[in-house]
């Protein structure tokens, strides 16, 4: 199960079934269940022979979002005009043997945080519009995975106005179409076919069918990646006094009429009930079973991970193998252990790094072992110069 997620919607948790409108969480996440499992029958019925051809294309959508904030001495979750971005749509088109677009797979790497707390409506941010471009060109359906976004968002976001999000949404969309439209034909490489004497001579290339044995190449699985706790990790002891507090202050601002300390109040109550509810739902022990799963599909390799990984993950991984596709796909079956920074991010009171319940190196941990898994199935040895070729 894999998580696009939005801001623009409400925390769909059966805990939160005692506020107003919660009574319609449980029936909601009932219906969605009940539907995943007709559309997987419905789609058992319709399997056919296809091929899947991947691409790239670049989007300036996302940029790095901890921004530090010299007037108040702070690192702010926000746009950041100077952080490295990593700007890469992966894609894939899936044809069936008689040439229809059966689908496509739009892979990036950018938090849905257009709409922010002026947004009062349900919404997919960008990702609906994005969607609704490439399905309407492809007449297929796109589904869309979210990449390590960690540390990304949109350049313009916590906005209120959905047309934000709606021309985020489309600027993704074209961007991926002008990618898909460049793809070539299933089943061919793109191939230099010698010298054409004319006014000049031209060097002439064309479409061949594809001779790689790799092509039919299936494998992988899913695997359980111990990750060591955070030493500072708050007791929920100690979460639920900070959420008492905040409480408390809430209701003393309410009392003195002070709109602005309410209103922080209530946001830090949030935090503390959603930090509390993130540690009882954390397994027991030192280490969180972070799972993951790795599979390689012909020329391409298909990562899901649990968590919000930062962009450095998919970028190293994407360097150690640059002559196959690479999709990362994160939030996948799980959010815990919620943010998973790599080491340099620790210590700066950087809003990802302060909620993560993994301690320092864990990203770089869990990177080693997908790319060990990564060269398994590649059939490559870690210290064999084609570790970095596709075989």
């Known amino acids: 199960m894999a998580l696009s997620h939005t801001h623009g919607s409400a925390w769909l948790s059966r805990s939160r079934a005692?506020?107003?409108?919660?009574?319609?969480?449980?029936?909601y996440l009932d219906r969605v269940a009940a539907v995943c499992e007709e559309l997987a029958a419905a789609v058992t019925a319709k399997l056919e022979p296809a091929t899947v051809v991947y691409g790239t294309a670049r989007c300036d959508l996302a940029r790095h979002r901890d921004f530090w904030d010299a007037a108040t001495k702070q690192i702010v979750c926000g746009f950041n005009p100077d952080g490295p971005v990593d700007d890469t749509v992966t894609l894939a088109r899936v044809v069936s043997d008689t040439g229809v677009t059966l689908g496509t797979v739009v892979n990036y790497a950018c938090h849905p945080t257009t709409l922010a707390w002026e947004n009062t409506l349900v919404s997919p941010d960008y990702?609906?519009?994005?969607?609704?471009?490439?399905?309407?060109?492809t007449a297929a359906p796109c589904l869309f995975l979210q990449g390590a976004s960690g540390n990304l968002g949109p350049k313009y976001g916590y906005v209120g106005d959905t047309t934000v999000a709606d021309r985020n949404g489309r600027q993704l969309g074209f961007a991926?179409?002008?990618?898909?439209e460049s793809l070539p034909p299933p089943g061919t490489a793109f191939e230099y076919a010698g010298p054409v004497v004319s006014g000049a001579t031209l060097g002439v290339w064309e479409h061949r069918p594809h001779s790689s044995p790799t092509r039919a190449a299936f494998g992988g699985g899913r695997m359980t990646v111990p990750l060591p706790y955070r030493v500072d990790l708050p007791t929920r002891a100690e979460t639920a006094a900070a959420l008492n507090t905040w409480e408390a202050e809430e209701a003393d601002a309410r009392a003195a009429g002070d709109a602005a300390r309410e209103r922080d109040a209530h946001a830090h109550a949030e935090r503390m009930t959603r930090q509390l509810y993130r540690l009882q739902t954390l397994p027991e022990g030192k280490?969180?079973?972070q799972p993951v799963g790795v599979w390689r599909l012909g020329d391409a390799l298909w990562v899901f991970s649990a968590g919000e990984l930062y962009q450095s993950f998919q970028v190293e991984l994407r360097r150690r193998f640059p002559h196959v596709a690479v999709v990362v796909t994160t939030i996948c079956d799980d959010w815990?252990?919620?943010?998973?920074?790599?080491?340099?991010a620790y210590g700066y009171g950087i809003y990802q790094e302060v909620i993560a319940a993994v301690a320092p190196g864990s990203a770089e941990t869990l990177l080693e072992e997908v790319s060990r898994r990564c060269?398994?199935?590649l059939g490559?040895?870690?210290f064999d110069s084609a570790a970095t070729r596709s075989p």
């Not at 991926?176 to 898909?180: I, K, Q, T, Y």
């Open 287 to 289: 280490t969180y079973p």
């Open 127 to 137: 990702v609906g519009a994005m969607r609704e471009v490439v399905e309407r060109e």
């Open 380 to 382: 490559v040895h870690p």
């Open 375 to 377: 060269r398994e199935l």
């Open 18 to 27: 005692h506020l107003p409108g919660g009574e319609h969480i449980g029936p």
């Open 176 to 180: 991926a179409l002008s990618g898909l």
């Open 336 to 344: 815990q252990p919620g943010y998973l920074p790599p080491t340099t």
